[in-house]
């Protein structure tokens, strides 16, 4: 079994969005993940008040309590706070400014999210408006964007743009659909995906901690080099606040 892997975006933290409901199921999400070979967690509950109504203070009181949890149980296990950002047309260069848009693990990376329906225009607005700001955008779970489905090049033109972009385990190893998994190989062979998260909401479902399979299948697909940049070393650049190679 490979270890060492990150997940950059999952819903660990309890009682703070649609994610974990308790810290027994916080827990028992860490341990799926541990089973899986990761070592380092990125939680990233959703943020965007207008309907969690949190704020950055909350989220990281919470995150405190599930990480202290975590590793009196497994104390190789690293985890970070972080934040799935909901974009929304009223957030502004203040906004920027202020710092009041939360980053992962503390860093200028900011994870992204958008309607599945999200018109194209809109996601390539927010990635040069973050750009413009200094920061650094990643699109989250791209493969759930028909705009990008149905025309493959927008997702290099984004990465043209400054962005990075991030597909969800389950899609990568077959769990969302062939046609899913497909359109995921295709990016992968011209070495677009940045990063894998698991997206998990809680300890059972399609969507849970589980990253193995996904790691295997991209290393005997694409390769155990590409494997290993985008589930271990591209998720090292962001805990060190530096861009990827």
Known sequence: MKTGLCDIHNHILYGLDDGSKSLEMSLNMARTAYDNGTRTIIATPHFNPTVWNRNKDDILARFEEVKKAVMAEFRDMRMFSGCEVFWHDRLTPRDYEEKRIPTLAGSRYVL????????????????LTTVEHGYIPI???????????????????????????QVNAESIDGRAGRGIQKFIKKLMKDRMIDFVGTDAHADTGDRTMEMQDAYRWVAKKIGAEYADRIFIENPECIINDIYLD
Do not use: N, Q, T, W
Not at 139 to 161: N, T, W
């Open 112 to 127: 992204f999210e958008f309607m599945p329906l999200a018109e194209f225009s809109k996601i390539r607005s927010a990635v």
């Open 139 to 165: 699109v989250a779970h791209i493969e759930r964007f028909a705009c990008l489905v149905e025309k493959p090049d927008r997702v290099y033109e984004l990465s043209d743009h400054g962005a990075y972009l």
